[in-house]
Nanobody
Framework: VQLQASGGGLVQAGGSLRLSCAAS????????IGWFRQAPGKEREFVAA????????FYGSAVEGRFTTSRDRARNTGYLQMTKLKPEDTAVYYC?????????????????WGQGTQVTVSS
């Protein structure tokens, strides 16, 4: 599986953006999708995750209530809807996939990563 993240850009504080994560290649099993972000000089941080079924979602404390993750299995695409954006949300956002099961907030669980898309929130 290959992942392609897109939808990043420059937005003013309080604004919204929607990121997409398109999966391609030979998909032989279901996979959960995670979203992470990394700001300059900081560790890569868990943002959100959604299970293969789409029934369960999980969020990092910094984004809960502002971000929503979803997926369209028919299109093999995951989404991260970001609202009420803050300057501290500025980072490169990555999507990742895993079929292992486990704690979806753990970076080490994921074995496939997209290339990242830059999100910049101006104050």
């Amino acid at each position: 599986v290959q992942l392609q993240a897109s939808g990043g850009g420059l937005v003013q504080a309080g604004g919204s953006l929607r990121l997409s994560c398109a999966a391609s290649g030979r998909i032989v099993s279901g996979f959960d999708i995670g979203w992470f972000r990394q700001a300059p000089g900081k560790e890569r941080e868990f943002v959100a995750a959604i299970t293969w079924s789409g029934i369960s979602t999980f969020y990092g404390s910094a984004v809960e209530g502002r971000f929503t993750t979803s997926r369209d299995r028919a299109r093999n695409t995951g989404y991260l809807q970001m609202t009420k954006l803050k300057p501290e949300d500025t980072a490169v956002y990555y999507c990742a996939a895993t079929s292992k099961g486990g704690t979806l907030s753990a970076r080490d669980l994921y074995d496939t990563w997209g290339q990242g898309t830059q999100v910049t929130v101006s104050s």
